[in-house]
């Protein structure tokens, strides 16, 4: 298999190399090509991959590009994680939407729909390259956010694309610790878009065992994902955390108005971690890695490659076309929820009914997520003010004028029509 990296160069990339490593025998590699403009990352990431690929004795041959073209060549997949505008923009996104009241957050509110705008047509054209230059039957696996918007992009432009996302994998992981039993025994019953999803549902062999966990252990699963336990025990689910932006907004704003931005943790974790990779000495996985984020990101993708290659029939949880799941969205909007790979394609698992709140929410997220995509690939600060108001977390038109503004004049210099 010839799996390429675009964003190659990410602080991320050792993550999934360490993956390839431990499971080697799920997903045999026989080329890793990573892909990436800047060409000093690329060689800083590229050369500490290398020494961990080495000394976990796995065969792969190792390739650094900034060439897409030659990067996407003959691929049988192709990943792509892009943050378009780096740490800078993520930044922005965190902190102008103050200025009118809402929460900074990169995939959520109006941050989201600036990462939107500057990300669709770069991923966009990376793909049209998969699609001229990849193997016929290659797959785009798109882990760059907002996870359902690009999803839906590409799979409107004809790519064979799907979505993934770790915060599944994440609840799985810890469900299965706390059972005591392998993270393959645990299904879940995972519903919604992408970063606004409930657990229904946690299956250990069949039998839901969520039920009694909200009995015996409902401040600590409120504790988890930060929200009150009077909610979680009213809703019977458990919300992901990315919730809390919805139903504890006003406390979330005031947090942020009070401490550093997610990215400037970040940004100081990353020159840490390429301070470790050009340390040519090192080649294990280092700890501070764990700090970065997207926990269990390789072993996500490896199941979500396997399924592809036919290594296992197990659901995954994945961004796909509704396709009549969820009966209140159309059937092209992409959802995440669990399927199984299928004759090329994947197909949803069924989904019980869902109650008005969530379902509420849902469709009201996703009239917004229409209206972004629309944006990104059209332009234009109407469309981009009629997204912003559409937001749940926005609404008034007033202040979807000024975060229009406030997004338009931090993100300028990415949108080719501004």
């Not at 909200?214 to 988890?224: K, M, P, S, V």
């Not at 109407?382 to 008034?396: E, I, K, N, S």
Request: some cysteine; overall charge negative.
């Amino acid at each position: 298999m010839r799996l390429t990296i675009v964003g190659g160069g990410s602080t991320y990339t050792p993550e999934l190399i360490d993956g390839f490593i431990r499971l080697r025998d799920e997903l045999p590699i026989e080329e890793i090509v990573l892909v990436d403009a800047d060409r000093s990352r690329l060689e800083l990431v590229g050369g500490m991959s290398r020494r961990m690929l080495a000394r976990g004795g796995h065969p792969a041959r190792l390739i650094t590009t900034d060439d897409l073209v030659a990067g996407v060549a003959d691929a049988d997949a192709v990943l792509v994680q892009l943050r378009v505008g780096g740490q800078d923009a993520r930044e922005q996104d965190e902190s102008w939407p103050h200025d009118a009241d809402c929460i900074g957050q990169e995939t959520t509110g109006p941050g989201g729909l600036a990462k939107a705008l500057r990300t669709v047509p770069v991923v966009l054209r990376i793909a049209e390259a998969v699609r001229r230059h990849a193997r016929p039957d290659a797959w785009i696996v798109d882990f760059t956010n907002p996870v359902g918007i690009v999803t839906r992009a590409l799979l409107q432009a004809g790519h064979r694309a799907v979505g993934l996302c770790n915060v599944a994998i994440g609840f799985q992981r810890r469900f299965a610790a706390e059972a005591g039993v392998a993270p393959e025994r645990v299904a879940l019953a995972h519903v919604g878009l992408n970063h606004l999803t409930w657990e229904r549902g946690v299956f250990v062999d069949g039998e839901d065992i969520l039920p009694r966990a909200l009995e015996t252990r409902l401040g600590d699963l409120a504790a988890d994902v930060d929200l009150a336990p009077a909610l979680l025990a009213q809703l019977g689910v458990i919300p992901s955390y990315y919730l809390r932006y919805y139903y504890a907004h006003d406390e979330v704003l005031h947090e942020q108005r009070h401490a550093a931005t997610r990215a400037q943790e970040v940004r100081a974790i990353e020159q840490e971690l390429l301070g470790i990779y050009a340390d040519e000495s090192v080649d294990t996985k280092p700890e501070i890695l764990e700090r970065r984020g997207g926990a269990f990101y390789s072993e996500a993708a490896i199941e979500l490659l396997g399924a592809i290659r036919g290594v296992s029939d197990a659901p995954r949880v994945v961004n796909l076309r509704n396709d009549g799941v969820l009966p209140f969205l159309p059937d092209d909007h992409v959802i995440e929820v669990p399927a199984r790979h299928v004759d090329g394609r994947f197909v949803a698992e069924p989904v019980a009914q869902l109650p008005d709140d969530i379902a509420g929410l849902i469709g009201a997220v996703a009239g917004y997520e229409r209206l972004a995509l629309d944006a990104a690939l059209h332009g234009g600060r109407d469309r981009v003010l009629r997204a912003m108001r559409a937001h749940p977390l926005v609404l008034q038109h007033d202040r979807a004028e000024k975060l229009t503004d406030l997004l338009l004049a931090a993100n300028s210099r990415f949108l080719e029509w501004a």
